[in-house]
């Protein structure tokens, strides 16, 4: 691959977000209209190794690359939902992609090309490494240098390494930590294990790669997201060649992921309330004024609707999909619901009795306090708030453990945990629905 | 100095008499109209909610002609804020109350506040202070003594988009909330844990002590009697030379760090931090639950609580 004389275009092959992608986006034919290489390497491209994952500099490469970028994620979002095994997917090859990327780009001599697209998001400097090592108008010690480089090698578990890599691991640049927030908000970084000096995170060339090929992945996810809600709203159905990429791309969810996925996709069953994050335990004892609605309608109706009957990694639209008889609903899912309105203070529907026939509508039902089987799909069956929002929305309800930092949403929760239990014989099995 | 609650006649004669506009800080004043302010009228809670001032001069009527027993402003600004939407962005707030530290240097029972635990407070806040100029880098770090503790108010538009996830974060480096992956490095993440650390052990006492799972009462003493000894292992980041101490193998030591690592980030209501909506006392406002004012403090190594000790109260005991 020759890189010399490299097109300003270039620069979408390491930042599909950036102006150049979509340009390029923005000039591309409708999507049925696609050439049949672009379609092919969107789903290719989930299961790229090393050299795959470069891209010639010439126009039509760096056109079927990007296209085939947005083909994959718009696909995905069709057939899937925010945080899905399919996103995960997605966004993990897109990381180890851009990542192998600025790694080759690094040994061609590249660095400058990589640091252009860094530098587009992230407000990067070098050390100065001289005499004394300095951020900015900081000192750091000579000793810590070492030591950084030392604790990643140790992190690669690295005893000794060649000349030609030993490089990698040596501290190089430093970022400003307030520009790595999509990362720390996703749980990628983590603020205390960077090294922080006057507001600059000092890295080395290995931890910029991994970085900035995080930092691609989580705006990825946020854009996935993004689509999701608007075929959401818009009420479509997913067809033609995104179902056919996206039903594509779930078949490549590697086997063992499978399982887990089987698992939520097998029958749905009696509820595990040992199972239910922290935030759904707390919201079903009950909460105060002021977050009464939403712990019930928002929180808890969805949560307790899919985690009982469509433990499933599609996206569901309607129960009478996954059952046959409305006493689930009746009789197992809407007492819980109205047990918890009941411990509210005041007690919901005490003030608002209207908002029992908003429970059932929230399930799909329509405005209605005796659903039936035939009224699902009369309203939208919504799915519970990702985690990010329910801590905005109500973050007195969001006190995270350990297995919270998993996930991203509290049904992914429920489900990896009482699949986890089922898999270390905890016994989880569930009875048909 | 005696804590006691305001009566409303005080508070009356405290908003007309005392309360002074430019006490209300220049992050508040600057933003007026884009927050929201919230009352407690009665002592009940802060249930009047979604006010809106497009003028100091309307916030000084308000206060004047309702004296509340509490008065509040949003760490949000809105598009709305009387009807709480449109978030633009929001400061960055630790709380450090002295009721609720979790170790107290002067015995007081929870929930009491005496003149040695707003010390403690002070010195807390002031270490967290340190820690997010020196190692954050942010700027715009305001004091505010709210009447049983301290905020600390970082209006730096650096951070002022955060998100929840990112200001839990922010609390766990500022208060040493996570055990680091090196002990032994000068400066970051490694060195506030240290300092963190050594200010929870100086002030652990045997019976809090006793609570670590797996520590046995003569490792408890032992430890008591070397105190000193182990405070330095821990500035040197030698931690490993603690375990090795007779009577406690790594396993425990592991218990022992967890405990002293949870109590660290108990010195801060992290709910407070991650709330991006929170209403916080209004500098300036009277805390009538104690008769304090709630004021900006200039200097933080200066501050005395006489400043913050309403005429009413001075004359009372005058």
């Known amino acids: 691959m020759g890189l010399d004389l490299i097109t300003p275009e270039y620069l979408a092959v390491l930042d599909p977000f950036a102006d150049e992608a979509k340009r390029i986006v923005e000039a591309s034919p409708p999507l049925e209209a696609l050439p049949a290489e672009i379609v092919e390497r969107a789903v290719r491209r989930v299961k790229w190794t090393t050299r795959e994952m470069l891209v010639e500099p010439d126009l039509e490469s760096i056109r079927a690359e990007v296209l085939s970028f947005y083909l994959m994620c718009q696909a995905v979002a069709s057939v899937s939902f925010p945080g899905s095994q399919e996103v995960r997917l997605i966004s993990e090859a897109t990381r180890n992609t851009l990542r192998y990327r600025m790694y080759d780009l690094f040994k061609r001599g590249q660095a400058d090309l990589c640091l252009r697209a860094v530098k587009r998001s992230i407000n990067l400097v070098d050390l100065e490494i001289g005499d004394t090592i300095r951020v900015d108008r900081f000192t750091i010690p000579r000793e810590d240098f070492y030591k950084l480089r030392d604790l990643k090698l140790a992190e690669d578990g690295l005893e000794t390494v060649d000349d030609r890599i030993l490089p990698q691991y040596l501290p190089r640049y430093a970022v400003r930590w307030t520009d790595l927030a999509p990362l720390l908000r996703h749980r990628r970084k983590e603020l205390a294990r960077l090294y922080l000096v006057g507001g600059w995170a000092v890295i080395t060339p290995r931890d910029l790669w991994d970085l900035y090929a995080n930092f691609i992945s989580v705006r990825l996810e946020d854009y996935v997201q993004s689509v999701y809600e608007r075929i959401l709203e818009s009420g479509a159905q997913p067809s033609g060649v995104l179902a056919r990429v996206g039903e594509r791309i779930s078949s490549l969810v590697p086997k063992e992921v499978f399982v887990r996925e089987e698992f939520g996709r097998g029958p749905a069953g009696r509820l595990r309330p040992e199972f239910f994050p922290p935030c759904m335990k707390l919201a079903l004892n009950g909460v105060g004024a002021g977050l009464r609605n939403y712990a019930v309608m928002m929180m808890l109706t969805p949560f307790l609707s899919y985690a009982r009957v469509a433990p499933s990694g599609k996206v569901a639209t309607r129960m009478a999909d996954f059952i046959k008889d409305i006493s689930v609903v009746r009789e197992e899912i809407a007492p819980l619901l109205f047990e918890a309105a009941e411990r509210c203070n005041p007690p919901l529907f005490q003030d608002q009795p209207q908002e029992k026939a908003g429970i059932f509508y929230h399930m799909g039902f329509g405005m209605t306090t005796e659903p039936t089987l035939s009224d699902s799909g009369r309203s939208k069956w919504y799915r519970p708030p990702n985690c990010s929002k329910i801590q905005m929305s109500a973050p007195s309800l969001c006190r995270p453990d350990e297995f919270c930092r998993k996930v991203k949403n509290p049904l992914t929760y429920y489900f990896r945990k009482r699949y986890e239990a089922s898999k270390g014989g905890g016994g989880a099995r569930d009875e048909d629905a | ?318």
């Open chain 2, 1 to 318: 100095m005696r804590m006691r609650e305001a009566t409303p006649e005080e508070r009356r004669r405290f908003y007309l008499e005392e309360w002074d506009k430019r006490e209300v800080p220049d992050f508040i004043l600057h933003t007026i109209s884009l927050r929201e302010f919230g009352f407690d009228l009665d002592g009940k809670g802060p249930n009047n909610r979604y006010n809106q001032f497009t003028t100091v001069e309307q916030l000084c009527d308000f206060l004047r002609s309702r004296a509340p027993y509490s008065a509040y402003a949003s760490v949000a600004l809105y598009e709305r804020p009387s009807a709480r939407e449109g978030w633009l962005k929001a400061e960055l707030v630790l709380d450090i109350d002295a009721k609720d530290l979790p170790l107290k240097p002067c015995g007081c029972p929870p929930g009491s506040v005496c003149e040695r635990c707003l010390e403690e407070a002070r010195q807390v806040a002031k270490q967290f202070a340190e820690v997010l100029a020196g190692d954050l880098g942010l700027r715009n770090i305001s004091f505010v003594y709210s009447g049983r503790g301290f905020h600390i108010r970082v209006n730096d538009e650096s951070v002022m988009t955060l998100e929840g996830n990112e200001r839990a974060q922010v609390v766990d480096y500022v208060t040493g909330g996570v055990i680091p992956s090196d002990f032994t490095l000068a400066l970051g993440y490694s060195q506030v844990f240290r300092e963190r650390l050594v200010r929870t052990f100086r002030a652990l006492g045997p019976e809090k002590l006793l609570e670590v799972k797996g520590l046995r009462k003569s490792v408890v003493q032992r430890l008591m009697q070397e105190k000193e000894r182990v405070i330095e292992m821990i500035r040197r980041g030698r931690l490993e030379e603690i375990s090795s101490l007779e009577g406690l193998g790594p396993k425990t030591f592991r218990s022992l760090l967890e405990f002293l690592t949870r109590l660290n980030a108990e010195f801060t209501d992290g709910k407070v931090t991650i709330d991006t909506k929170r209403i916080l006392r209004l500098p300036s406002s009277l805390h009538s639950g104690v008769s304090m004012k709630c004021l900006v403090v200039r200097d933080i190594d200066r501050f005395r609580l006489e400043e913050a000790v309403p005429k009413f109260l001075r004359e009372g005991e005058g």
